[in-house]
C-alpha cells in the first residue's frame, strides 16, 4: 500500500465517522471535518481534481464556521434534538442562480487548469459548496443536495481510479438519504 492509498483509507475512515456525527448532530462532527477535508483534499490535488481539492479546503473552513453556528443552535432546543431551520425561497433562489452562474465558471476554469472530468468535477464541487452552507445553517434539504453531490462524486471518483474515495462517496449517498429521514423525525424548527 503506498502512502496515497493509506490516505484514502484514512479519509473513509473519518469521512464515515463524519456522516454518522452529521446524522446525530453531534458538533464533533465539525472537528473530524478538518481531518476528512485536509485528507481528501491532499488526495484530490494528486489526482488534479482542482475543484474537489478546493471543496475539501472549503470543508475545513467551514467545519470551523459549521462548529461555531451549531454551538448556538443547539443551545435553543432540549438535549438530543435536532435543530433545523426552515429553508427560505431568497436562499433557494439564491443557490439555484449561484450554482448554474458557479458551475459555468468553475467549467472553464478547470478546463483550462487541464481536469479531466472538469463538467463533473465543477457541478459536483458548487453543489457541495451549496449543501455545506445549507449544513452550516440546518436546512433539511441539505440532505436533497448532498445526495446528488455525493452520486456525482462518486462518478468522478471512479473515473480518476480513486476506488476507496468512490467507497467513501457512496456512503455517503446512503448516509444523505437516512440523514434526511433521521432529521425528518427528529428535528426541531427552531
Not at 63 to 70: A, T
Not at 144 to 154: C, G, K
Amino acid at each position: 500500500m503506498d502512502i496515497i492509498q493509506a490516505i484514502e483509507i484514512f479519509a473513509l475512515v473519518t469521512g464515515v465517522a463524519y456522516v454518522i456525527l452529521e446524522i446525530l448532530q453531534k458538533n464533533a462532527m465539525w472537528v473530524v471535518g478538518i481531518l476528512t477535508g485536509a485528507a481528501c483534499a491532499y488526495s484530490f490535488a494528486i489526482q488534479r481534481s482542482w475543484g474537489m481539492m478546493g471543496l475539501n479546503v472549503y470543508y475545513v473552513v467551514m467545519s470551523v464556521i459549521g462548529l461555531i453556528q451549531w454551538r448556538k443552535d443547539g443551545a435553543q432546543v432540549k438535549e438530543g434534538a435536532i435543530h433545523i431551520r426552515p429553508l427560505p425561497a431568497k436562499t433557494a433562489l439564491w443557490s439555484a442562480v449561484g450554482f448554474v452562474v458557479g458551475s459555468l465558471l468553475l467549467i472553464g476554469v478547470f478546463r483550462a487548469l487541464g481536469d479531466s472530468m472538469s463538467v463533473l468535477d465543477a457541478t459536483a464541487t458548487v453543489l457541495s459548496v451549496i449543501a455545506t452552507w445549507w449544513l452550516t445553517r440546518s436546512y433539511i434539504q441539505q440532505w436533497m443536495l448532498w445526495i446528488v453531490a455525493d452520486i456525482l462524486t462518486t462518478a468522478l471518483c471512479i473515473g480518476n481510479g480513486q476506488y476507496w474515495m468512490a467507497l467513501l462517496y457512496v456512503v455517503y449517498v446512503a448516509s444523505a438519504v437516512y440523514g434526511y429521514y433521521h432529521w425528518k423525525k427528529k428535528g426541531v424548527e427552531i
